[in-house]
């Protein structure tokens, strides 16, 4: 680790302890204050710290977002973990779990399917975010204003003739998930693939992840995997009852 993120991360568990001025910042590192400043500066840009109007730091809220955001993450991987390996088990097809983290759709978990024809996702990997069903899920569930801004910043690649590679089309596709509460991507990434997903909602009603059936089509087509949608949904409102259950 190099010096300078290490001292960064040093001040954070400092801070923990309570706010704390420049000299006290740069005293518990052992740096010329001017050093203890870059770093503070650093850290406040990212809003991982806060400068008080007293000149004392503490921590940031972002700091605290980000935290609450893995605890979330890690808590619903561990809830619906047995929940998606019985719905691989029910219908033989890879099952996926995605959150949404910093601008990213990625998976946290995966069962594989039982056929020899397998799907190269991996965890922790992003999903294409302008196609895929879990994140027109965990995209949908943001207030409008966030969904537009969203929008307007994304490529939109032609992965194939069915992907959504405009704005408006896919600002009209995310209004009709959240109407519908389900979604699907249908050859919209890869031709041979298709899938259905269906929310993860936590306490606030807010959709925290989202899982999903993939298939591909040389092994059920994408009318017989629709029709998987109801189990999926099912599945998908034991994980949300089971998760705000632990959290009430």
């Known amino acids: ?11 954070l568990p400092l801070l923990a302890e309570g706010p704390a001025n420049l000299e006290q910042v740069a005293n518990r590192l052992g740096v010329h204050k001017s050093t203890a400043l870059r770093l503070l500066r650093t850290l406040h840009e990212h809003g991982l710290v806060y400068r008080q109007d007293d000149q004392r730091y503490r921590l940031g809220a972002r700091l605290f977002a980000l935290a609450q955001q893995a605890m979330e993450s890690l808590d619903v991987r561990e809830v619906a973990h047995p929940h ?32 020899p024809v397998r799907m190269y996702s991996r965890i922790g990997k992003p999903v294409a975010i302008t196609v895929a069903a879990v994140a027109k899920l965990l995209l949908a569930d943001l207030p409008d204003d966030e969904r537009r801004r969203l929008a307007a910043t994304l490529d939109f690649p032609r992965y194939t003739a069915r992907s959504i590679t405009d704005p408006e089309a896919f600002l009209a596709e995310l209004a009709t998930v959240r109407e519908q509460g389900w979604a699907t991507d249908l050859g919209g ?22 899982m999903s059936v993939s298939a591909p089509t040389v ?30």
């Not at 680790?1 to 001040?11: E, F, G, K, N, P």
């Not at 890879?94 to 069962?111: C, M, P, Q």
């Open 1 to 11: 680790m190099s010096q300078t993120v290490d001292r960064a991360l040093r001040i």
């Open 84 to 115: 998606l390996v019985g719905l691989n088990e029910a219908c033989g097809h890879t099952v996926h779990l995605a959150v949404h983290e910093e601008g990213e759709v990625v998976y946290i978990d995966k069962v594989d399917s039982r056929y």
């Open 189 to 210: 990434h890869e031709e041979s693939i298709n899938c259905v997903a269906a929310p993860i909602r936590g306490t606030d009603g807010r959709v925290i992840a989202a």
């Open 219 to 248: 092994v059920v087509s994408a009318e017989e995997l629709l029709t998987l949608l109801p189990l999926v949904r099912r599945t998908a409102e034991a994980v949300s009852r089971e998760y705000v259950g632990q959290h009430a």
